[in-house]
């Protein structure tokens, strides 16, 4: 089982550029979800998914959007990318109710 | 709001000691507590992982307990080793609205010196 797989692994963006971070798990897990790890802060929920089809916020969703269309992906898009978005984006998915999450390696993002 | 703290920032030990490390979190209404460990540059891996009716769980040299009536856990790490040196991160599930969410403590920063 390769887990939760995340790309790409870096990527620089110019301010006002789109583009989609990937997250795919080969776990036929449920839950998906994104999260952005900032000096500092700790990491913050961003959107989550509960199943194929269903979608919520998190504590940061503005400037984001998710879809899941299948179980296995759960794409994060940046519409118009602004510095403040640059971070570490890391996806996580767990399989039910009493399991703990896995997360995947990470995407470093700047937007310059 | 839950609020997660972990203490110390940082540590730094010599290799063979045992040590503590501290995570206490504001609101005890949780599901359950994840302890990961993240590599510099990498994702997160997850240690333990404590139910809220359970008071500890043990994975090698790693023990982690539970009091959720006083918002603590701990992770005791037995006989360090120089592989052990990594961020470890605290992170709490809540129940209710907090279900779907996992609340992050900033982390210890352990280095273990040969």
Redo the contacts between chains.
């Keep these: 089982n390769a887990g939760v797989t995340q790309t790409p692994k870096f990527q620089v963006l110019k301010t006002g550029q789109s583009m989609t971070l990937q997250c795919a798990q080969d776990m036929n897990h449920e ?1 998906m ?1 994104w ?1 952005r790890q900032d000096p ?6 961003i959107h ?1 998914s ?1 199943g194929a089809g269903i979608t ?1 916020q ?2 940061v969703p503005n400037g984001y959007n998710v879809s899941r269309s299948t179980t296995e992906d759960f794409p994060l898009r940046l519409l118009s990318a602004a510095p403040s978005q640059t971070s570490v984006y ?1 996806c ?1 998915s767990r399989q039910g109710r ?9 995407t ?1 993002l700047t937007v310059v | 709001k839950q609020e997660v703290t972990q203490i110390p920032a940082a540590l730094s030990v010599p290799e063979g000691e045992n040590l503590v490390l501290n995570c206490s979190f504001t609101d005890s209404a949780i599901y359950n507590l994840q302890w990961f460990r993240q590599d510099p540059g990498k994702g997160l891996t997850s240690l333990l992982l404590i139910q809220s009716s359970q008071r500890e769980q043990t994975s090698g040299r790693l023990n982690a307990s539970l009091d959720k009536s006083s918002g603590r856990s701990t992770l005791y790490i037995a006989a360090s080793q120089p592989g052990d040196s990594a961020t470890y991160l605290c992170a709490v599930r809540g129940i209710g609205t907090g279900f779907q969410k996992l609340v992050f403590g900033t982390g210890t920063r352990l280095l273990v010196s040969p």
């Design positions: 839950y979800s999260y500092g802060m700790g990491l913050r929920l989550y509960v919520d998190g504590e890391f996580a009493h399991h703990g999450y896995t997360f995947g390696s990470g470093r």
